[in-house]
């Protein structure tokens, strides 16, 4: 059996303390301020290595990690739970889930519409803006009637020459 597999809620705060301090050395040792980069990953993963942490899934440790940069808010809220729940829930994964699940801020609904709504109010623009458009095209007629009435009233009031009045 897998000694992460019988860790109490205590004991994986002591694992992260303890992967914490190796975080801490292998950034001194490579003179870094983020956890990044091939020098850092070798020496941590040497660290790993030598203190037997290095069977832990490196995504378990980053939640163990988030879980300790927040650690006083998620204890807030495991004191809010039973004890029955505080059992089950010693578990970083599980822990780290059911926290975040239960602090996020709700997503806000969205304010007015459903979607068939929406439909009609769209249809119901649509046709309005094909009436704008119609009423438009007739305007431009209209403009352009007017445009070409006094060119054909010119013509029209010039007299015409007459086969005898030359």
Do not use: C
């Not at 709700?106 to 007015?112: A, E, I, N, S, Y």
Request: hydrophobic content about 40%.
């Amino acid at each position: 059996m897998d000694i992460l597999e019988i860790l109490d809620w205590a004991d994986w705060i002591k694992v992260g303390e303890a992967l914490r301090i190796g975080r801490e050395l292998a950034l001194n040792h490579v003179g870094s301020n983020a956890p990044t980069g091939a020098a850092y990953h070798k020496v941590f993963g040497d660290w790993l290595q030598k203190n037997k942490f290095d069977d832990m899934d490196k995504g378990e440790r980053s939640r163990l990690f988030t879980i300790l940069d927040n650690l006083p808010e998620v204890e807030r809220w495991r004191d809010t739970l039973t004890m029955t729940e505080r059992l089950k829930l010693n578990h970083p994964n599980a822990v780290l889930r059911k926290w975040q699940a239960a602090t996020k801020p709700p997503k806000p609904k969205k304010q007015g519409t459903s979607t068939a709504e929406e439909l009609a109010l769209a249809l119901e623009e649509i046709d309005r803006l094909n009436k704008e458009i119609v009423r438009l095209r007739e305007h431009v007629k209209e403009l352009e009637a007017a445009r070409i009435a006094p060119a054909k009233l010119k013509r029209l009031a010039k007299p015409k020459a007459t086969a005898g009045a030359l």
